[in-house]
């Protein structure tokens, strides 16, 4: 089982999305599992202290070394990488949640106030991951961000096997326009094309498009299927 565990100091977030809908209900199927860890319980003292003032002065609070390390320590060992929730760290993307869902499962340390002492970063090896260039105020969104695009693509968990297949980054480009009845709305009808029958057509159709909106919007994820895409058609030229 896919099994994912998340230390922080607000463990009552989870399941909270994830609780709901795709998620929710393979975690109901047990296809997956879902550990939230205080680490409020591993402070020694008696105000269950987890923090303390910056070194070098400055705003803000920092979540201190040996809490966090003891909280993290506590689990054991496993094969699971064991991820930082960090606007420091390397995007998340659609190509990465499928690397961490093919593995073992997750640990996610999320941060509060500005961040954890860089010493438990280093010292118990933990990769940084964001979600994308803001900055939260705390890891526990970012950490439902990643286990929702691990868990979806998880065997038996979307109702279509293949549902996953063609989505927007899947294979590079952004997904197609899509359309259901009726199939006139406000005076727009539904292109053609899509009610013609023709599957053939229609699949030409949704990668035209899916090129079209790829090039106007992604100007980045077109030019790196286009760098992707030229050897290939150098050494096979009629393919
Ligand atoms: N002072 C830090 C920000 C701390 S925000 C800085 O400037 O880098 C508090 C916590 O929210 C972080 O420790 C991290 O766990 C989480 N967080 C904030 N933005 C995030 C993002 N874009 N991706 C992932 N986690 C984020």
Same mark, same amino acid.
């Given at each position: ?6 230390? *922080?100091?607000? %463990? ?15 975690? =109901?199927?047990?296809?997956? &599992? ?19 003032? %910056? ?12 809490? +966090? ?11 699971? $990488?064991?991820?930082?929730? *960090? ?27 500005? =961040? ?11 990769? #940084?991951? &964001? ?8 890891? #526990? !969104? ?12 998880? %065997?038996? +968990?979307?109702?279509?096997?293949? &549902? =996953? ?16 009845? $009726?199939? !006139?709305?406000? =005076?727009?009808?539904? $292109? ?22 790829? *090039?106007?919007?992604? %100007? ?14 150098? &050494?096979? $030229?009629?393919?």
């Amino acid at each position: 089982m896919w099994r994912a565990t998340v230390l *922080s100091i607000f %463990p009552d977030l989870f399941p909270g999305p994830l609780g709901a809908s795709i998620a929710g209900k393979a975690l =109901g199927k047990a296809l997956w &599992s879902l550990q939230a860890v205080d680490i409020r319980d591993f402070a020694l003292d008696k105000h269950h202290t987890v923090d303390d003032t %910056p070194a070098g002065g400055g705003p803000g609070m920092v979540m201190k070394p040996d809490v +966090v390390a003891r909280a993290i320590d506590a689990l054991g060992s496993d094969a699971r $990488p064991r991820l930082l929730m *960090s606007p420091r760290g390397r995007l998340l993307t659609q190509a990465r949640a499928a690397e961490l869902a093919n593995g073992p499962g997750v640990v996610l340390v999320c941060g509060r106030f500005e =961040g954890i002492d860089e010493r438990v970063i280093e010292g118990r090896r933990l990769e #940084e991951v &964001s979600i994308g260039d803001y900055v939260l105020s705390g890891g #526990e !969104i970012a950490a439902c961000v990643l286990i929702d695009a691990c868990v979806r693509l998880l %065997p038996g +968990v979307m109702g279509k096997e293949a &549902s =996953g297949a063609e989505e927007s980054f899947t294979e590079g480009l952004l997904e197609y326009p899509q359309y259901t009845r $009726p199939q !006139i709305w406000e =005076g727009r009808a539904i $292109p053609a094309v899509l009610t013609s029958g023709d599957h053939g057509k229609v699949a030409a159709w949704r990668r035209s498009e899916a090129e079209r909106l790829t *090039s106007a919007r992604r %100007p980045d994820l077109w030019a790196a299927l286009e760098a992707g895409l030229r050897p290939r058609q150098k &050494s096979a $030229p009629d393919g």
